[in-house]
């Protein structure tokens, strides 16, 4: 095993395990993958992060046979939008889907994220889309999930929960915490009647300075 692929199955593995304390995650709920070279490291079908080992994560073809799988334990469930996704997004290196509490209240009401906050300008546009429903694990869903995302870094899953993806897994986490803090803010605007939406403008002029703002990844 090359040395990168270690490095990044125990970063898969700590912040599995770091999203589970924080709350942003429970159980095996969700799951994490992470590009190494022409595959796909992505955390396995049913296991906890307190019991998750380096060599229990799944390793997938982003090249060959779609669904081909290594490893001692079949990859999660949702392998396949977490497949589609990078294979549609070169820019997207890590990916990030959990159950997080407010994003999935979001998402069951079926309520895309308007531009509440500033912080929005990290998603690369004026909204947080929803997308449409399918059942979990269908090719489907991961149609829907890969529409929703377009020209985005987050989407809300439709009665499901909610996805990031980023440049690394550092900062593809950090958008995980960010995306269930502008739920949480918006859940609570809702509930006093609404609040103001940021123009365009505003969020463009936010985003200017984007690109190195928030948590950066120290080996980068």
Not at 19 to 39: T, W, Y
Not at 107 to 134: E, L, Q, T, W
Request: aromatic share 6%; glycine share 10%.
């Amino acid at each position: 095993m090359m040395p990168l692929e270690q490095t990044l199955r125990e970063e898969i593995l700590a912040r599995a395990r770091d999203m589970d304390a924080s709350g942003l995650n429970r159980g095996s709920s969700g799951n994490i993958s992470a590009r190494c070279g022409g595959s796909m490291l992505v955390t396995p079908s049913g296991v906890p992060p307190a019991r998750l080992e380096p060599a229990m994560i799944a390793k997938m073809s982003l090249e060959g046979e779609h669904g081909r799988w290594e490893g001692p334990l079949k990859p999660s469930t949702e392998w396949r939008f977490h497949l589609d996704l990078m294979r549609a997004r070169p820019d997207l290196n890590a990916l990030v889907h959990t159950h997080a509490p407010f994003s999935t209240i979001l998402a069951i009401a079926r309520k895309p994220i308007p531009a509440v906050h500033y912080m929005m300008a990290a998603f690369g546009g004026p909204d947080i889309r929803c997308s449409g429903y399918a059942c979990y694990g269908t090719a489907e869903l991961s149609e829907e999930v890969v529409r929703a995302m377009a020209g985005r870094k987050g989407c809300l899953m439709a009665n499901h929960g909610m996805i990031v993806g980023g440049e690394n897994l550092t900062r593809a986490t950090w958008l995980a915490h960010e995306l269930e803090a502008l739920a949480h803010q918006y859940f609570h605007v809702l509930q006093i009647g609404g609040g103001h939406i940021l123009s365009e403008a505003e969020l463009a002029e936010t985003a200017k300075g984007f690109a190195s703002y928030g948590v950066q990844d120290p080996k980068a």
